[in-house]
């Protein structure tokens, strides 16, 4: 299901998150992410100024309340239901992703082919579904009238996208999208109310990327790249989406896996040199330094456009909690 909530405050969460203090000769400190004069509204919807103690019992409890009311949706179609609550499972700190620092840079690139826990193992404890015993005593028609009442029936050939993927409606998606649409519904950012500032959230963050703001630091950027012998990139976006598009299109004529690929490590190498001359252009423009107090500027302005109708959902979203 589409909805412009997630989007625009997906917008502002990447780019304040790719604010770092970094700054060329003279540049000065670039502004602290935390300091994002529009983040600190959008931090109040999705529990980002609270403490990582604080954000594990919320996302505990909303798992809770959300396996509660698939219960009681499953129970009033005729099936048995114990609520899956797994706690603990959930890591908010955000430290191990460090793409400023050289050393981590030179390790991880982007962190697309390679990141902080690939390797990781997971956990070593095998988890069993409390509702394994219950569906094996169904027989197969009733498993499989179990589990579209669960999460709604399979997706149709002509609904998905080239991609495989396809848009999700929760009306269709069984108890799980009707718990789903009734957790959504205690957030504030998903009224009706709302709308309307969420669609000029998103438009601001549109009408900014698109905008000739960060033209000349831009500029600069792109001549020192150019300089190192990587011309061809005009923002610094643009560098590390073409590791993205490559990966893309690496994995989609992937016909099976292949361990340690050659071909996946070559580009993991290439990502790393790229990104480490894009670093050096960064720290030698003052890069982030100058795109920070640009953005946080227009923040300001979009912000003094509607401080009482984002002072009204930070309100409405600290009252929820």
Same mark, same amino acid.
């Given at each position: 299901? /589409? ?9 502002? %969460?990447?780019?304040?998150? %790719?604010?770092? @203090? ?7 400190? %670039?502004?602290?992410? $935390? ?30 309340? /959300? ?17 899956v609550v797994q706690n603990g499972g959930i890591v908010f700190s955000g430290s191990e992703? *460090?793409?400023?620092?050289? !050393?981590?840079? =030179? ?79 205690? *957030?504030? $950012? ?9 669609? @000029? ?10 905008? *000739? $703001?960060?033209?000349?630091?831009? %500029? ?5 790249? #150019?300089? #190192? ?19 893309? !299109? ?19 190498? /290439? ?17 982030? #330094? =100058? ?8 923040? !300001? ?10 002072? #009204?959902?930070?309100? =409405? ?5």
């Amino acid at each position: 299901m /589409r909805s412009t909530a997630p989007l625009a405050i997906a917008a502002v %969460a990447v780019l304040t998150a %790719a604010l770092t @203090a970094c700054s060329g000769p003279g540049a000065g400190e %670039a502004p602290d992410p $935390a300091d994002s004069p529009l983040g600190k509204y959008m931090s109040a919807l999705w529990g980002g100024d609270l403490s990582e103690k604080e954000q594990q019992e919320r996302y505990e409890k909303e798992n809770t309340q /959300r396996e509660e009311l698939i219960a009681e949706c499953m129970s009033e179609e005729g099936f048995e239901y114990i609520p899956v609550v797994q706690n603990g499972g959930i890591v908010f700190s955000g430290s191990e992703w *460090n793409p400023e620092d050289r !050393e981590w840079v =030179a390790q991880y690139g982007y962190g697309m082919v390679n990141f902080p826990g690939r390797d990781d193992p997971g956990p070593t404890e095998e988890w069993i579904d409390p509702n394994q015993d219950y569906v094996m005593s169904l027989s197969e028609s009733e498993q499989q009238a179990y589990y579209e009442t669960l999460s709604g029936p399979p997706i149709p050939d002509d609904q998905l996208n080239e991609d495989g993927s396809y848009e999700w409606n929760w009306e269709t998606a069984g108890c799980y999208g009707y718990a789903q649409h009734e957790m959504e519904g205690a *957030n504030p $950012a998903t009224s009706d109310e709302f709308e309307p500032l969420m669609k @000029a959230i998103e438009e601001f963050w549109t009408e900014m990327q698109e905008s *000739n $703001a960060f033209d000349e630091i831009d %500029a600069e950027w792109s001549e020192c790249m #150019a300089d #190192a012998g990587h011309a061809g990139y005009k923002t610094q976006s643009e560098a590390q989406m073409s590791f993205n598009d490559e990966l893309n !299109e690496y994995y989609e004529n992937q016909t099976e896996w292949i361990e340690d690929d050659p071909e996946l490590a070559e580009i993991g190498e /290439r990502e790393i040199e790229l990104a480490l001359v894009d670093l050096d252009c960064r720290e030698k423009t003052g890069y982030r #330094a =100058a795109y920070a107090r640009i953005q946080f500027a227009l923040e !300001e302005e979009f912000i003094a456009d509607h401080r009482a109708e984002l002072d #009204a959902l930070k309100a =409405a979203a600290e009252q929820g909690r």
